[in-house]
């Protein structure tokens, strides 16, 4: 795939399915990319490696993940990352930007999927940045990053909501949560909004519903609305919903 225009933030859903790949979708998984800097992945499902080669993309070329909470389908993929990298003969450094425990939560994943492998030598550093919520900023290479406390409610919290701002283009994503006030600090003033609409009304714990975002829609002050994460319920109501659908393969470009 070509590299995003001067002045552009390219926006590619490499996944943008749910934990259970309903309609077909892979795992959550969203390269940006300012033009004349590396790219970075909001959340780094299971099959992200799969996801990030079907588009074209290369996974060596990553230099950060921005991890929204440690469930598979958000977090699974990042031990293939790095895995990927030793065996490809990566230099270039990788950072795993997330909540806190996301030191822990890396060398567990990857004990557990590859026993000894987070220990193993490598020829790039992996850095972790834990991301204080709150909104309180970390700066990664191009990338400012804030993130929010949302309510996913389950255990292996906590969860976060993910504002980033680079090249003078603000993306900010929902992760998994049900509605809470703080998404209307991740979608303020966006250039894109990413949210999550797991389901069309039904009432599900800890998940946003497409009903969810209609009634709040006036507290989504982002210039753009973009859906992701849909179960077979939600695929289902496609041709009604009353904004944008991400699907496999979708790229976004954005301009300051």
């Not at 859903?13 to 033009?35: E, K, N, T, Y």
């Not at 940045?129 to 929010?148: D, F, K, N």
């Not at 714990?205 to 859906?227: C, N």
Request: charge should be negative; charged fraction near 20%.
């Amino acid at each position: 795939m070509t590299a995003p225009g001067a002045g552009t933030v390219r926006v590619t859903f490499a996944g943008s399915g749910d934990a259970f790949g309903s309609g077909g979708r892979l795992q959550a998984c969203i390269h940006v990319q300012a033009a004349g800097s590396p790219p970075v992945l909001l959340d780094c499902g299971a099959t992200s490696l799969v996801a990030l080669k079907r588009q074209g993309l290369d996974p060596g070329d990553v230099a950060a993940v921005f991890v929204s909470h440690r469930h598979v389908d958000h977090f699974g993929g990042v031990p293939h990352l790095i895995l990927d990298g030793q065996f490809t003969r990566r230099t270039a450094p990788l950072t795993v930007v997330g909540p806190p425990g996301t030191t822990g939560w890396l060398t567990e994943a990857m004990e557990i999927m590859f026993p000894g492998s987070s220990t193993a030598r490598r020829r790039f550093p992996v850095e972790v940045v834990e991301l204080r919520p709150g909104g309180h900023p970390a700066v990664v290479g191009v990338v400012s990053a804030r993130g929010w406390e949302v309510n996913h409610g389950m255990a292996g919290g906590p969860f976060l909501g993910l504002r980033l701002e680079l090249a003078g283009v603000v993306i900010g994503y929902t992760g998994d949560t049900a509605w809470t006030d703080s998404l209307a600090d991740v979608a303020a003033g966006t250039d894109l909004f990413i949210a999550e609409s797991y389901f069309w009304d039904k009432a599900v714990p800890f998940h946003l519903r497409h009903a969810d975002l209609v009634a709040h829609r006036h507290e989504l002050t982002g210039k753009r609305v973009v859906l992701t994460h849909m179960s077979t319920d939600m695929l289902a109501h496609a041709d009604e919903a009353a904004f944008e659908l991400a699907h496999d393969g979708l790229r976004v470009d954005l301009k300051a």
